[in-house]
């Protein structure tokens, strides 16, 4: 009945040809226009990696056309190459080509092909390969490697001497390695470093690119159509098997795929598992996660309750976020995979380094080698883990204290300090620490979490005597330490109260250089010759105001007492920065380390600050920036053609656009068309 309602109106022959079978690929370009195609662009090179299906096109631009920029075509060209004239990657000295690279658009290509009607009759190919091709701009980072080598050229002709009379002989430690064990070659293996140095192995095969109306491209696409002699065996069978091999199974889809990286979770896998393994699987792969992360990542309408009694089995809470434990990333029977040490060594280390950011947000490396005597490539794989590493500060703890959850759970968190307390005493007998070891690293305020420290302010008293004070009232030897991130200190308050809890988020330094009696820095401090001080104070200035100018190459006398300030919050007691640091000494090092005070006196009837800045790094810039500097004595903006034009008229040499405005954004800030000097009350 079905039959007769919806008769076959026509019945067409289907042929499988299988010519062109492993060779088909189909291109797609996605980020162009379907009306622009390649097919008249000439096309300079081609090559194919074929066990990748990675496939590279050089094409060439149209460089007289009127929608190519000449100058940042010549531009890119010298970012890239350098000023050689030829022997480069652009040898016609500007950017006169493209690379388009291809991305695989789908794993299992062999679904699909390319169908031919003709005589009636349709002629089928399977497809080897559908990749998607973009431009590639790997040339930027060519560009950035080039400057790299010529700045390490510079620096090492530079210093070379130096480093030829201080070089002296130094001992060898001789290291074997251990033999690498089956489990330790099977991750080796399957790590991505491994597999992508395996992919870069393949070599590049030349391909030669014919016309879309050439001969050979005709002679190509009659391939596409199957001869009457091709076997066609595979359409002589039952309907339901021919769907099958048309159509695989799911099971059989998922052999050809290629296994999935160690650290990479599936969430609707993850669905599929009871709650205590989705828990440890999440941990597992983050390693670190705030109680909130992981509710966000669990099903709708999981019990907090219930996330914690599993929580609680495959992690411990450290500075308020949880960790995965020791035993769960390292099995019994499982060993370093760098340096072969057992699971029970490993557990060991890694608790001990947990414990250390129970106490503090900040850890070193060297401190912890000295008490868990690891590998450094295994005490730096741990610290990875749950830290990153800061500048000045060693390891830091990955995320900050998470005091949501410790008020909202205070009997879970007073449960993981007992644990802790009992944890850290077996470590004691474990890895041999002393017990002054534990006095040194806990925090004294242990009642607060790590970065919520009470410091406790006193006024001054005259009654005092001469002793020095720091910032938070008390004398140098009774200075206690306060550990916080240098962006977290961009304000300090200077309040008066006898007590109060100070946090990193509430410092203000705006009033930092009113309270003279309370700062080492003061602006009516006595004159101190800086050749006078202590080689180690000066030593310690110097390096100070090297980094801040080099970096800023403009500093006001108050921007330069601030971060002298905040350098002081983050020295510990006995410092040299704490023992009385005056205006006279920061100025006298600044002219030490190469920079000047200018001579900027605007507006007239204002009260103007002390402006200094750096005149000289050492590059091709150099003879450009005093003719910079001077334009400011007599203006307090400029314009960039005034300033292309000055250094012309007083150096005899033209700039780039590029040169200009990069030594313009060193010293300068934009508004519209002009440019004000940083710091300084023209920028307001």
Known sequence: MADEEDPV??????????????????FQYPVRPAHMTYDETPHLNTKIKPNQKKVEIEIGLNTRGDNYARSKGEQIAINVDGNTDSS?????????????????????????????????????TPLHAIVQLRPNFSYLDSADSRVKVEVGAGDAGGESSQDEAEEEAKPVTMKFARQETDEAKARRMASFDYLQKKQEEEAWRPLQFYNINSGVAESERLKLVSSKGDDISEFQIQPNEYLKMLVPPLGE????????????????????????????????????????????????????????????????LVQGCWVVKSEILYPKEATSPHSGVSADHLCRGRDYVMWRFTQSSHVTRKDIASIVKLPAEDVKDILEQMSRIRANCGWEFLFAYDSDFSNRYPDIAQRQKMLWDAKYQGLCNQLKIPKEHEKKFKDKESGLPVGEKVVRRRRSSST???????????????????????????????????????????????????????????????????????????????????????????????????????????????????????????EETIKEVGGVKLSNQWPPNAKVEPVYALPKTGDKLDKMRPVLLGLFEKSHKISRKIFLQRVEEQTGLQMNEYDSRLLLKDYCVQKGPMWYLKGTQGES
């Open 464 to 586: 005092r005597g001469n002793r020095k004070r720091t910032l938070s009232g008390r004398s140098v030897s009774d200075h206690s330490d306060v550990e916080m991130d240098v962006s977290l200190k961009s304000d300090i308050d200077n309040s008066t109260e006898d007590e109060e809890i100070l946090k990193p988020e509430s410092m203000d330094t705006s009033s930092s250089a009113e309270n003279g009696d309370r700062l080492s820095v003061g602006a009516n401090s006595a004159s101190c010759d800086i050749s006078s001080v202590s080689a180690e104070l000066r030593t310690e200035l110097v390096n100070f105001v090297q980094e801040k100018l080099h970096s800023r190459f403009i500093l006001t006398a108050s921007e330069l007492k601030r971060l002298f300030s905040v350098k002081q919050l983050q020295c510990p007691s006995g410092h040299v920065f704490l023992s009385g640091v005056t205006d006279s000494m920061l």
């Open 9 to 26: 109106e026509h019945e067409v022959n289907v042929y499988l040809s299988k010519t062109l079978a492993d060779k088909l690929y189909l």
């Open 88 to 124: 480069g990657h652009y040898n016609s000295g500007m950017m006169d080509k493209q690379v388009l690279s291809s991305v695989t658009s789908t794993e299992t290509a062999s679904r699909y092909g390319v169908g031919v009607w003709k005589d009636g009759e349709i002629h089928l």
């Open 253 to 316: 889809t998922q052999e050809e795929k290629p296994a999935m990286p160690s650290n990479v979770l599936s969430l609707t896998q993850l669905r599929t598992m009871p709650l205590p393994d989705q828990i440890k699987a999440l941990l597992t792969n983050a390693k670190v996660m705030r109680f909130s992360q992981l509710m966000a990542l669990l099903p709708q309408g999981t019990e907090s309750m219930g996330a914690l009694r599993s929580l609680q089995q495959v992690a411990v």
